[in-house]
Nanobody, 124 residues
Framework: QVQLVESGGGLVQAGGSLRLSCAAS????????MGWFRQVPGTEREFVAA????????YSADSVKGRFTISRDNAKNMVFLQMNSLKPEDTANYLC?????????????????WGQGTQVTVSS
């Protein structure tokens, strides 16, 4: 069982930056691929970025490519999402997720463990 707790959300102006963190309750390095998703109330959860178990491979949604970077620190069981050049359309609740999958790690159904999320609001 993996418990995930996100932090780092908040209110930021368009063009600004935020760094989200996800702390895992148990060892995730080498065992779980990790992902970030986001959700606006009334809409489906949307894939943002994912990172492989070792951290060697990363994947990002087209909407955030070049602006968001996912990374991990396996020694500390932490995953991060650096968000730059934020836009009002990035406003959402951002959730961290973990999966034992190695290959398929960019779909909602790939993930079995979820945090509660941290709210990001980007003002125009």
């Amino acid at each position: 069982q993996v418990q995930l707790v996100e932090s780092g959300g908040g209110l930021v102006q368009a063009g600004g930056s935020l760094r989200l963190s996800c702390a895992a309750s148990s060892r995730t390095g080498g065992h779980y691929s990790m992902g970030w998703f986001r959700q606006v109330p009334g809409t489906e959860r949307e894939f943002v970025a994912a990172i492989s178990r070792s951290g060697d491979s990363t994947y990002s949604a087209d909407s955030v490519k070049g602006r968001f970077t996912i990374s991990r620190d396996n020694a500390k069981n932490m995953v991060f999402l650096q968000m730059n050049s934020l836009k009002p359309e990035d406003t959402a609740n951002y959730l961290c997720a973990a999966t034992s999958n190695v290959v398929r790690i960019s779909r909602l159904e790939d993930y079995g463990y979820w945090g509660q999320g941290t709210q990001v609001t980007v003002s125009s």
